[in-house]
Every structure is written in structure tokens, then in C-alpha cells.
């Protein structure tokens, strides 16, 4: 590209739509994989977005957040590794291939469905890699990677193998939590809470043997009471003591269970007598292991009541509860029944109330290396650092091993054969990763623990954050062969220096990471972890479907530029929650033309390439000194990702000590060393810019400096320039006062005028200010002028005043303005009334005695004579 002028408005459309596509085409961001020094090349460990939808306004925010880190880093660094991938994998890419082809993956075979799902999600991965392209995401599209592609299918195997061998995993039958839509069990983190309509309900269970006739229970899921295997009473609550040992009819069910004593049970709710079902809670669970009670399993995958539920088999849950509660009170069992609003636990991906039944599944061991995990948190640097408390409080509140398989369709299959006889597990060799045991032959053609010569394959898949949070390792290309074991490809990028990512799955994908490569390495993933916040509508609420409070991005980006909501994602703090505000990208198009017009006029002002003056004037090297500040504060801020601060902190004195006081002077100076002042000043503005506004930066670098792209120079540091800073300050407040005068009184800016006098510290800056403001004589004054503040008028709170004063008001009117009044102690007084200081405000002005007009700014006093 030809060094150029810049002409005309700046048309943003043309310039974006341009750069995008030249960046891919060239691959301007592409890693430099010959780099082997850690120290030169800043690794990110992308989030691989969730394949379930489009583009929605999070990932247009907390893509951005993380280029601001890429193409800073790139910069001051010197290479940046920033990956892409897509989580289309697991239950989530399942469900959108259901949703958009309306159908369900039991009517199909399962490679039939895995066709379904791959060819869904590459439509909607097609669709927003061209939306994240669009938004100038400085993304390296040669190191891309889908969490279903057979090297990722590789990575999880191996894992799975790896930990197996650690003895970090194991299969086990026991109860675990299940979602009855999906029909899978699920981990502890893919639950949460949401509120449900429900009713208490009193329920009487007959005594069968024991001291009293019945005993009362309140239970929300009436459904379970097929499912009851026991009663249980705490050992010290003296309503009950009478109970242990005694057996009691389960209603309309006919079966007993005896009543038990444990110190789980709550003495503070109800009667202080509970039913134990298989399976209502954890409690349950807990009891049914820790008496070793029956199993009555009354509801199946999908929710459906069992054969154990009698007339209510076929019954939805729902269906069962009405049906049951109505058979209660009919045999006189149903005390009361009271509404209530309460939380239960969902599956996050469908909010279908979750379950527990007792299936095989494989699991990752956590509870043993709990504070492991915590210290291995600790280790990394959190922006924001109170986001570690979120992670501290998941880790403390575990209570389940880490359940890894999924009873689902679409996956990346869990590698392991059963022997048809004995039971024992077969696992395939490592070299031959990966596998699927539904289609490949086991790797040993005989059982080695009995002989037998058949087998059974694993049906089930990997969880989807199993896979997921081996991204660090995918990235830096971690894998095993024969003679060297587990190496990484590009050692360098491990450990990574940022993970980016959502606050709302630092339980999902952080810990998960942690664990994941804290297991297989011994050491944690990351240097330190960007944590963002959420996007809310403007009445700060979360955005989402069901509430259609929504904002399109495909809107936002239609009639904004790109560069404009980018410096809108630069308007909040990391890790704070903050609602969409349309005012923000229009400040945002204004600076975009602020930038092209500065630029314009410097382009007409100084040569591309001027030379360096052997002497600077006091202004020009006072705004090299105050640009070196500048660069060191957005530095630092960047360093710590106060991304809001540094964007606040360069377009402050871009906008005003740059354009409106810089230039203005620029334009009245024939100095050698002003030329060379706002070339050196407008390529650092470029390269400070840069990682807010790229495209536009862009193209005014390429215009103007020739073909190396702004985004792969160096970050501008500070060249060490002296000068007063206060007095450099003090100056372009009276060149900005003496501009205002000449506005005010229709004088032209070069008019001349006679005699200005200046109080404050402009010590060096004299010809400066003459020569711009054409003063004919400047005098600096050693002492003050005699200013005084005199009451120019009393404001009065008219909603105040008038209801307390109703007919005075117009005399307390008429004695303010003839002056007759007197302030004491805040105190109005006046037409024989006080007034105190809520209902007024006094309005002061400044006056001088001397001679000749006066204009105070902060810091200084300009008297023109």
C-alpha cells in the first residue's frame, strides 16, 4: 500500500469491511511458530464458544475485552498466540440440532444424529466466525480447532487414560444426579437454583409397631412416597424419642419401612419425622449409603413414574403429585396443604428439574484434593482479584466427585470395552487414539482377566467440559508417543498467560481446567485469569430469551461501526456486570472522526518524515513530556486490564490537549521542531489507539506511514522528554482563556492583542503564549490580583419556598432584587422572614478593582488590559 493523503469524511463502513478481510487474507495475526522464548510470546487461552445459538451481545463484549489484551500484548511483547476454537461437542450442540431441525435424537441412529449435529453446527460456526471477523477480532485463523475433530478426540482420551492410570478416576454404580428431559446424568456444576411454585403437604403414615397410631410428615413431592424405604427422627429431638425402632405403612402404597435414628435430620422443620426416598435430595442419598437401605426406584430416565408407582406408573412427576395428593385426601391421609415458592435444583442447559438415580457412570476424584485446587487458584493473578472468592466458594462447596459421562448421542466416546463374562475393563493403547468402542474391535482378543473372548462396549460419551477444559493443552499441542511420553509442540505457550472468560463459568471451565491440567502437568494452566461481566439491558437486568429483553448484535453492528462498539466495550471495568448504553459507540464515532480529522491536519501541517530539531520550543517539548506520562499510565493501565481507564485516560488528552490546545497552537508555530512534535505524537496516538479502534487506526498508519500494519509495531514507550509540566499546564489554560476572550468579543484568533498580564506558573511558556495568541506585551504577575467574591443574586427553591411562605413570596422577590436582605449563620433573611439554607442558594461572581478585564482558570489569573 502507497503512502497517501487523507481526504474527505471517514466513511467507517468501507475502511472495516477492507481491513477484516486483509487481515485474514494475509494473516496479519498469525503466531510466529519458529518463536521458542516464553518471553516473547504472549499465549491466550481462548474461550471456545459453546456451539447452541448465534452471536448474542456477551460474546460480542468478552470477545472484544480479550482482543484489547491480544493486540496490546502483541505489541509490547512481540507475538501474541490468540487461538480459536468451538465447544460443538455435548448436550448443548445436541439440543440445538434438535431445536433447529425439530426432532429428537431418540428417533434416530446414533451416527445418523452425529451427521445431523456436525452439519447444524458448521452453519452456525461458518455464521460466527464471519460475525467475530467482522469485529475485528485480531484472532489467528491458522491455529483454529473444534472440540469434535479427531486430534481434540485424541487429547480427551488421552486424558481419560492418564487419569485412569493416576488413579484419579473410577467408575462406579451409585445415585447421581440426572436430568429426566435430557436423559443423562449431569455434574454437580451444571445445576442451579430456580424457584417453582409447590405446596407443603401434611401427610400421615400409620404406626404399625410402636407407641403411637401415626406420625406425621411434610413432604413437596408427594410422588416420591412409592420410592420410600425409611423414616428418620434426630437421636435428640423429645417430640420423636419414642419413634426409633418402630415401623410405619407407607399410604396407599401398603409397604413398611422402619423408622431410623440420624443427626442429619433437621429438628427445626415440620414434625421433626421425615420420609428417606431413593432418591428425593442428598439426604436421601446420604442415608440410603450410610444404612444400607433398599432401592425403590419409582421414576425412570424421563421422568416417567415406574412400575414400583402402582396406578400411577406412566404418570409424568407432575402428573403422579395431583394424582397422589387427590388419592391422599380422599383415604384421609392429607392433613393440610399449604402454596408455596421455593427453589429447586435445575439442569442449567434446559431448566428441567433435575432428578437423582442410580446408574453407572465414570467419575474424576475431587473431594480428596480440595485444597490442592484451592491453592492452585491461588497461584494465579485474578482480574478482577475478587473474583477469586467465586472460585474459592465453588471449590469449598463440592460435594461430588466430578461426573464425566453422558448418556447422550453426540460426543466423543468414552474409550473402553467390558468383558462379556467377568466385567473387566479393557483400555486401548494410546498410539492408537482415538477410538470408538461402538464401531472399533477392542484391542485384546481375549479377556485378561478370564479368557472370555467377548466383549461389550462403552456407550456413553464425555461430559462436553471434560474436553473443554483441556483447551491450554490442545493449544500448546500436548501429546504422548512411545519413546518420549507425554511432550508439549510448542512448549513456550505453557503455562498460558491469560485466560478470558465469563464469571458465570469460573465453576465450569476454570476449575475444571485447573484440575484437568493440574492433574496431567503438577502445575496450574495460567499465569492470571480476565474475568467479565455481564451485558444487561438498559434497565440493568440480565438479557435473555424467556424475558425478551434481548438486544440483536446483528442490529448494534448494522448501524454502528465496529470501531465505535469497541470503544463502548472499553466503557466498564472487568468483571462488572453493566447495561448496553447507545450513548457510549456514538462518543465512540465522534472520537473516529476526531482521529481522521487530527489526522488530516497533521498530514497538511508536517511533513511524513520530518527531522529531529537540535532544539525543541518550550510547548513542543512540553507535549512530548506530557505524552511520555500519558503512554506510561495507559501502560500500566493495560498491564492490569483497566481497559476502561486506560481508553478514558488517551482520549482525554487526545481530544483536549492534543486537538483543541496542541494544534491550535501548532497551527501559528513555524518552529523546526513542531513538524517533527506532531509526527512523533500522531504515530504514538496511532499505536495507543490501536488495540481499540484497529480499523480505523489502520488506516490512517497504512495511508500515511507506508505498509507495515500499526498492530504489529512496537507498543510506544517513553523517550524520556523534559519539561515543567505545571507550567506547560498553566500555559494552555491562558491560551485557552485568551481564545475564549477573543470568541466572546468577535475578535479574530489573530488579532492582536496589547497588554496581557498572567498570575500563575507559565515560567518558560512566555513566547509560547504570545506567539499563539499574538500578545503584544506579556507581563508575569509576582503577586495575586486583587479579586474579590461578591453575591450577584439569591436562587430560590420556588417548590420549597411557596408552600411555606404562600403570599410572602412575592415580597421575599421584591426585597431580593432591591438588595435588601442579609445572609447569617446560612441564614436568609429577608421581608421579615429566615429562610434556611435548603429553600436558597446564593449566586457569587468573581470581580477585580484594576484595570482591564480578568478570566481565572485553575490555575492561573489572565488580566487583559
Request: charged share 30%.
Amino acid at each position: 500500500m502507497s503512502t497517501d493523503d487523507i481526504e474527505g469524511s471517514y466513511d467507517p463502513e468501507a475502511v472495516e469491511s477492507k481491513w477484516r478481510g486483509h487481515w485474514v487474507d494475509d494473516g496479519t495475526y498469525e503466531y510466529d511458530e519458529s518463536n521458542t522464548d516464553p518471553n516473547t510470546a504472549y499465549s491466550i487461552d481462548t474461550p471456545p464458544p459453546t456451539v447452541s445459538g448465534s452471536l448474542h451481545m456477551g460474546h460480542l463484549y468478552s470477545h472484544i475485552a480479550q482482543d484489547f489484551a491480544a493486540r496490546y500484548h502483541r505489541m509490547a511483547d512481540g507475538d501474541a498466540f490468540f487461538p480459536f476454537g468451538y465447544d460443538d461437542n455435548g448436550i448443548a450442540s445436541e439440543r440445538l440440532t434438535e431445536r433447529e431441525l425439530d426432532i429428537r435424537h431418540q428417533n434416530y441412529e446414533r451416527r445418523e444424529f452425529q451427521q445431523l449435529c456436525r452439519e447444524v453446527c458448521q452453519e452456525y460456526e461458518a455464521s460466527f466466525t464471519e460475525e467475530i471477523q467482522e469485529l475485528g477480532i485480531s484472532i489467528d485463523w491458522s491455529n483454529t480447532y473444534k472440540t469434535i475433530e479427531p486430534r481434540v478426540q485424541r487429547l480427551s482420551q488421552l486424558s481419560f487414560l492418564d487419569l485412569y492410570e493416576q488413579g484419579r478416576e473410577y467408575k462406579q454404580r451409585g445415585p447421581a444426579i440426572w436430568c429426566p428431559d435430557c436423559e443423562t446424568a449431569i455434574s454437580q456444576v451444571e445445576t442451579e437454583d430456580a424457584e417453582r411454585d409447590a405446596h407443603f403437604n401434611d401427610i400421615t403414615f400409620e404406626i404399625v409397631d410402636g407407641p403411637r397410631d401415626e406420625v406425621t410428615i411434610a413432604t413437596t413431592r408427594p410422588e416420591l412416597i412409592p420410592a420410600c424405604v425409611a423414616m428418620f427422627v434426630h437421636p435428640d429431638d423429645e417430640r420423636t424419642d419414642d419413634l426409633p425402632g418402630s415401623t410405619a405403612r407407607v399410604p396407599l402404597f401398603g409397604h413398611e419401612v422402619q423408622i431410623l435414628e440420624d443427626e442429619r435430620v433437621d429438628m427445626e422443620k415440620g414434625t421433626g419425622v421425615v420420609m428417606c426416598c431413593t432418591f428425593g435430595d442428598q439426604n436421601d442419598i446420604e442415608w440410603y449409603q450410610a444404612h444400607d437401605l433398599d432401592l425403590r426406584v419409582a421414576i425412570d430416565e424421563s421422568g416417567t413414574m415406574t412400575e414400583q408407582a402402582g396406578d400411577y406408573a406412566g404418570m409424568s412427576t407432575h402428573e403422579a403429585r395431583e394424582a397422589i395428593v387427590e388419592d391422599l385426601d380422599a383415604a384421609g391421609h392429607l392433613v393440610s396443604r399449604e402454596g408455596i415458592v421455593h427453589d429447586v435444583q435445575v439442569h442449567e442447559r434446559c431448566e428441567t428439574d433435575i432428578e437423582y438415580r442410580v446408574t453407572d457412570q465414570w467419575y474424576i476424584e475431587l473431594l480428596d484434593k480440595t485444597d490442592e485446587y484451592l491453592e492452585a487458584g491461588r497461584e494465579m493473578d485474578w482480574y478482577p482479584e475478587k473474583m477469586f472468592t467465586r472460585y474459592k466458594h465453588w471449590v469449598e462447596g463440592l460435594e461430588w466427585d466430578w461426573c464425566i459421562s453422558r448418556q447422550r448421542d453426540s460426543g466423543i466416546p468414552i474409550p473402553v470395552w467390558y468383558c462379556d463374562a467377568c466385567d473387566e475393563t479393557v483400555f486401548p493403547e494410546k498410539a492408537d487414539l482415538p477410538v470408538d468402542p461402538l464401531s472399533d474391535d477392542p484391542p485384546v482378543a481375549e479377556c485378561p482377566a478370564c479368557g472370555h473372548d467377548s466383549f461389550e462396549p462403552e456407550e456413553d460419551v464425555f461430559d462436553t467440559w471434560a474436553t473443554s477444559s483441556l483447551t491450554p493443552l490442545i493449544n500448546a499441542g500436548w501429546d504422548w508417543s512411545e519413546e518420549d511420553g507425554f511432550t508439549f509442540e510448542n512448549p513456550e505457550l505453557y503455562q498460558f498467560d491469560l485466560r478470558p472468560q465469563g464469571h458465570d463459568i469460573i465453576s465450569f471451565w476454570l476449575f475444571h481446567t485447573v484440575v484437568k491440567c493440574y492433574e496431567h502437568t503438577g502445575e496450574v494452566p495460567f499465569d492470571s485469569v480476565l474475568i467479565n461481566g455481564h451485558v444487561l439491558d438498559r434497565d440493568r437486568r440480565k438479557m435473555s430469551k424467556s424475558k425478551g429483553n434481548g438486544i440483536d448484535p446483528r442490529e448494534v453492528m448494522d448501524e454502528y461501526p465496529i470501531d465505535a462498539i469497541r470503544y463502548w466495550a472499553a466503557s466498564t471495568s472487568v468483571g462488572e456486570d453493566f447495561p448496553f448504553n447507545e450513548n457510549s459507540m456514538r462518543q465512540g464515532e465522534k472520537l473516529l472522526q476526531k482521529l481522521w480529522n487530527a489526522s488530516k491536519l497533521v498530514d497538511s501541517l508536517a511533513d511524513t518524515d520530518p527531522a529531529e530539531p537540535e532544539e525543541f520550543t518550550a510547548m513542543d517539548e512540553w507535549l512530548l513530556a506530557s505524552l511520555d506520562d500519558v503512554i506510561e499510565t495507559v501502560t500500566e493501565y493495560f498491564e492490569a486490564h483497566e481497559y476502561a481507564k486506560a481508553r478514558d485516560e488517551l482520549r482525554a488528552f487526545f481530544w483536549h490537549t492534543f486537538c483543541d490546545d496542541y494544534l491550535e497552537i501548532a497551527k501559528q508555530s513555524d518552529a523546526d521542531s513542531t513538524p517533527y512534535t506532531l509526527r512523533v505524537a500522531h504515530r504514538r496516538f496511532l499505536k495507543l489507539f490501536a488495540p481499540f479502534v484497529p480499523h480505523v487506526t489502520e488506516e490512517i498508519h497504512t495511508t500515511l506511514y507506508g505498509d507495515d500494519s500499526v498492530h504489529t509495531l512496537a507498543w510506544p514507550e517513553s523517550e524520556g522528554y523534559e519539561s515543567n509540566r505545571a507550567a506547560g499546564e498553566t500555559a494552555l489554560e491562558v491560551i485557552s482563556a485568551l481564545r475564549g476572550y477573543k470568541t466572546d468579543n468577535g475578535l479574530a484568533l489573530n488579532a492582536t492583542l496589547d497588554d496581557v498580564a498572567v498570575y500563575g506558573d507559565i515560567e518558560g511558556f512566555e513566547n509560547a503564549i504570545s506567539g499563539v495568541m499574538h500578545v503584544e506585551s506579556l507581563e508575569r504577575l509576582d503577586e495575586a490580583p486583587a479579586l474579590s467574591t461578591e453575591i450577584s443574586g439569591i436562587d430560590l427553591d420556588y417548590s420549597k419556598v411557596g408552600p411555606e411562605f404562600g403570599s410572602k413570596v412575592g415580597d421575599i422577590d421584591s426585597a431580593i432584587e432591591a438588595g435588601e436582605y442579609a445572609i447569617s449563620n446560612d441564614q436568609l433573611h429577608v421581608a421579615d422572614e429566615v429562610l434556611d439554607s435548603e429553600l436558597f442558594e446564593v449566586e457569587e461572581e468573581r470581580t477585580f478593582a484594576g484595570e482591564g478585564e480578568f478570566i481565572e482558570t485553575e490555575n492561573a489569573v489572565v488580566i487583559i488590559r
